[in-house]
């Protein structure tokens, strides 16, 4: 395979609270490749944000890389220094996050934000360039009259309209990666339909990576080509969307399905993951999935051996000591559109309807 564009390895990031350390990324690893969507998936709480902010160079304290390395385009974030972070974030990795009003500035408007996001990386960009290329964008991403939607502020925006004016922002500078944390999860259900599918167009115009963080398998499905499933600051299991819907070899995972309605009302009854996820700060010993495992069944094994990733296909691996119990087990739900092989193409005017 083509080297990747990004490669994790062993990331463990931890922060010191008044009540311990709390260990909230162990030892993550995974690669994204040119071009690709990874989805990274998991309840609340369970390193997503985390994983993400360190790739950007954004943990402060009293948070800190503890361990591992972050190699992007073959170089690692880790040793980069501040000025080269500040170029890296919007340059070469675009930013998405769940609430826009956080990320935009309210006293600038919308179009004097995208220019000075474009001018800050290409500094031979002369001031009536930035402003067509800014309109050009918004109107990229369907904000409606965008010409006169430049110079409005932010809170002139629908919430819809705000996350649409962030993922132009995110992809001025042709960004080799995006990173997209919960985009749509603020949005209302028929709104975010239509901006996962911008977003997917414009990811495949601009031809980024993408690392879609949700925690919503429904948006997985629409959205991304891998699957990175983790838990508790770990990666449980990693697949192809096609696998990981089909075939998915972690309990843990098959229980996220179960949590899904779109899925489930499909045939299936839907079954909520019983309990809630462990404390980081004292995780349970063994596998940290054990208090709510339903087929560990109390097992010896998992109360005491944490399970480590290995490979139970090709590009297919599960941390559970008993996957294969799981094999042929799949949770016989379709998948709407699963990834990236969408037959109806999901055009810029459809994703604009
Ligand atoms: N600033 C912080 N201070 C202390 N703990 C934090 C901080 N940020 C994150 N954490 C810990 O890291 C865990 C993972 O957080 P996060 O990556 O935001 O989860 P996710 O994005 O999957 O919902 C949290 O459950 C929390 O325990
Ligand atoms: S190792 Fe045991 S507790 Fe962990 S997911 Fe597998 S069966 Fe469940
Ligand atoms: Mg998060």
Redo the contacts with the bound molecule.
């Keep these: 395979m083509a080297e990747p564009l990004l490669a994790i390895e062993d990331l463990a ?1 931890e ?3 008044e009540d311990g350390l ?4 162990d030892r993550v690893s995974y690669e994204v490749h040119p071009g690709e969507v990874v989805g ?1 998936v ?12 360190s790739v950007l160079g954004l943990i ?1 304290q ?2 800190r890389i503890a361990g591992g390395s972050i190699r992007f385009r073959g170089r690692d974030l880790r040793t980069a220094s501040e000025r080269e972070m500040r170029a890296v974030r919007g340059g070469e990795i675009g930013m998405i996050f769940q609430d826009p009003m956080t990320a935009l500035n309210p006293v600038m408007t919308v179009g004097a934000q995208i220019v000075e996001a474009l001018r800050l990386h290409q500094r031979r960009m002369s001031g009536a360039a930035a402003r067509k290329r800014a309109v050009e964008l918004l109107s990229l991403v369907g904000v409606p009259n965008p010409d006169t939607r430049f110079g409005q502020y932010p809170h002139e925006y629908s919430g819809g309209m705000r996350q649409r004016a962030m993922i132009a922002m995110a992809i001025a500078n042709d960004p080799v990666l995006i990173i997209a ?2 985009p749509t999860t603020a949005l209302d259900v028929t709104i975010q339909a239509q901006v996962l599918r911008l977003l997917r167009t414009a990811q495949r115009e601009a031809g980024s990576a993408t690392i879609l ?1 949700t ?1 919503d398998l429904g948006v997985i499905a629409e959205l991304a080509d891998r699957v990175v499933v ?1 838990y508790a ?1 770990r990666v449980v299991e990693h697949g192809d969307v096609h696998t990981i819907f089909s075939a998915p070899r972690h309990p843990y995972t098959v229980g996220l399905m179960g949590s899904l309605p779109n899925l489930a009302e499909q045939g299936a009854p839907l079954r909520p993951i019983p309990g809630s ?1 462990p ?3 004292d995780p349970p010993g063994g596998c940290p999935f054990h208090p709510r495992c339903t087929l560990s069944q109390g097992r010896q094994r998992c109360r005491v051996e944490r399970p480590t990733l290995i490979a139970v296909g090709a590009a297919h691996a599960s941390a559970c000591h008993f996957h294969d119990e799981l094999a042929g087990v799949a949770p016989g739900v379709p998948v709407p559109g699963a990834g990236a092989t969408d037959p109806a193409g999901g055009t810029e005017a459809e994703a604009l309807r």
């Design positions: 990031v922060f010191r609270t709390v260990r909230a990324v990274l998991g309840e609340s709480g369970s390193g997503k944000s985390v994983t993400a902010m402060r009293p948070g944390d919960e963080i925690h983790m600051g996820p404390s980081l700060l």
